[in-house]
């Protein structure tokens, strides 16, 4: 079964400063999506970056970039220039070819100090 | 472009009684899924709807069960709820076809939070 894994419940990062959150997966499939979604107070989850993974480059939007290890089925976060407006929960989420089932780790609660 | 809207945005419950959420997808998009979060968890997958028809479900039983309507939005109800049923219960819209390709980035609605006393 397919499983992703966020090992840092909660990080901290001063504002302007960059932060790695880490996220882990396990699959035998070869093609499939990843995902970071952003789940601030308000609740609605938002789509922060994608990633294919036939694709080898690293997915890039803005201040957001991610670390896209196949062999080691690990997906990082990357968050430079942290703003006030990042503090939120970050979830990393995996999805296969031709599925619905769309899976979700535990989370990590990021925290930005001014 | 209007966004996923769910309504209620909270509701209690008592054991044993029945509830209906709603959600109104995302302008464009035509298939809808649904997702429980418990707290300090990530959402686990319910099922999904696509033309109307169950299309995909997760580890849940038969009491949770959902509808499609022909403008794409949709129910999601939950008979004789327990107390393990208190969570936030997220739709998300999407567009998809026949074969998912899986890359179908899902947007969010806020969520309803349901308690159950």
């Known amino acids: 079964a397919q499983t992703v894994t966020q090992s840092q419940p909660e990080m901290s990062v001063q504002e302007a400063e960059t932060v790695t959150l880490s996220c882990t997966y396990d699959t035998s499939e070869s093609d499939y999506y990843l995902f970071w979604y952003k789940q601030p107070p308000s609740r609605q989850m938002i789509l922060v970056i994608r990633?294919?993974?036939?694709?080898?480059q690293n997915a890039t939007e803005n201040r957001f970039s991610v670390n896209f290890q196949k062999a080691a089925k690990s997906f990082s976060l990357k968050i430079s220039d942290s703003q006030l407006g990042d503090a939120a929960m970050y979830f990393c989420a995996y999805n296969t070819v031709g599925n619905n089932d769309m899976r979700f780790g535990a989370g990590t609660r990021l925290t930005v100090k001014p | 472009e209007t966004g996923v809207t769910q309504s209620p945005t909270h509701l209690i419950k008592t054991r044993g009684q029945q509830v209906t959420l709603r959600c109104s997808s995302q302008s464009g998009h035509n298939t809808v899924s649904w997702y429980q979060q418990a707290l300090g968890q990530g959402p686990q997958f319910i099922f999904q709807?696509?033309?109307?028809?169950?299309?995909g479900r997760g580890n849940f039983p038969p009491r949770f069960s959902g509808l499609q309507f022909p403008n794409y939005s949709s129910e999601l109800n939950v008979n004789a709820l327990e107390l393990d049923d208190s969570a936030l219960y997220l739709c998300a819209s999407s567009f998809g076809g026949t074969g998912f390709s899986g890359a179908n980035v899902l947007t969010f609605g806020a969520g309803s939070r349901l308690t159950v006393l």
């Open positions: 990633q294919e993974a036939y694709k080898q």
């Open positions: 709807y696509y033309r109307e028809e169950e299309n």
